[in-house]
């Protein structure tokens, strides 16, 4: 009876672990929910991605920027590398991203951007970045979302404080 009870506690504590880790996901990644659906609602609205990514949302510490680097940011302690984006795979999105800005033509910089989504599909299926990431830059990278070159440069803004939030936000 012990031999079963021991068996059964531990059954238990796997299953509220596992319940726990599946909470904390969902909490950590709420506020990459967030933003997702407000792209989507913005999208249907026919809007650009520069009305909702906003110099404020972008670069204060209390928006997207921020709250999105922090989300993704990964500490020493960290172990599981599929939930965080380490620096090195971020600042490679961001260098392919923020290339763009050399380009004149708005269609040849979408062509580029569009370009980046493939890779970021890759690292996801390697396990070296999180879904989630990859499910907020397609949102991002669309015709629906990039109207105009003002919406590329407010996207490139916000990958930028991105970068820089979630290098402040972890211990590396």
């Keep these: 009876m012990n031999n079963y009870n021991n068996k059964y506690n531990g059954q238990t504590s796997y299953l509220a672990n596992k319940s726990k880790s599946r909470n904390d996901d969902e909490n950590r990644y709420a506020d990459v929910d967030d933003l997702i659906k407000k792209i989507q609602d913005n999208n249907d609205l026919k809007l650009g991605l520069g009305k909702i990514l906003t110099v404020e949302e972008i670069n204060l ?10 989300c993704f940011s990964k500490k020493k302690s960290d172990k599981d590398d599929e939930k965080y984006l380490n620096t090195n795979q971020l600042r490679k999105y961001f ?17 580029e951007l569009y370009k980046v989504l493939p890779n970021i ?3 996801v299926g390697r396990k ?32 930028t404080a991105v970068v820089a939030y979630s290098k402040l936000n972890s211990n590396n």
């Design 95 to 111: 260098q392919q991203i923020s290339s763009v800005k050399d380009i004149e033509d708005y269609k040849e910089q979408l062509k």
């Design 61 to 70: 510490p209390n928006g997207f920027g921020y709250k999105i680097g922090k």
């Design 121 to 123: 599909a890759y690292a």
């Design 128 to 159: 070296v970045c999180p879904r989630k990431f990859y499910e907020l830059m397609a949102v991002c990278i669309s015709n629906k979302a990039l109207l105009n070159e003002d919406d590329i440069s407010a996207f490139v803004d916000f990958l």
